[in-house]
């Protein structure tokens, strides 16, 4: 029943800066794990960037970490992945996604735990 939809890609130099957006709608009771992954052609989904709904605890895949922030507004229905410092390698589909429970670290790496997806967002860095 719950529903998300991303915003906020597009085309940047390397350097630059995006912020994504994922509003979250529909029957949100309870605690989830929510977050982003990215994916490009031919390569596994890969996490980018999870956080807890009640705690704001948050978990970041070492290739992101201290580039991108991962945030939720004060409703707690809309995640924010604000991504600075860009690089080529950063381009990718980006998806958020979420599922009921606490996060752990291992999420990053296990894309098949999450049961609700967002249709994607493209982002696009240059040199």
């Known amino acids: 029943q719950v529903q998300l939809v991303e915003s906020g890609g597009g085309s940047v130099q390397a350097g630059g800066s995006l912020r994504l957006s994922c509003a979250a709608s529909g029957y949100i009771s309870n605690n989830y794990c929510m977050g982003w992954f990215r994916q490009t052609p031919g390569k596994e989904r890969e996490g980018v960037a999870i956080i807890e709904r009640y705690s704001g605890t948050t978990y970041y895949a070492a290739s992101v970490k201290g580039r991108f922030t991962i945030s939720q507004d004060n409703s707690k229905l809309t995640s924010y992945l604000q991504m600075n410092s860009l690089k080529p390698e950063d381009s990718a589909m980006y998806y958020c996604?979420?599922?009921?429970?606490?996060?752990?670290?291992?999420?990053?790496?296990?894309?098949?735990?999450?049961?609700?997806w967002g249709q994607g967002t493209q982002v696009t860095v240059s040199s």
């Open positions: 996604t979420a599922v009921v429970g606490i996060c752990g670290s291992w999420f990053l790496d296990a894309s098949g735990h999450f049961d609700t």
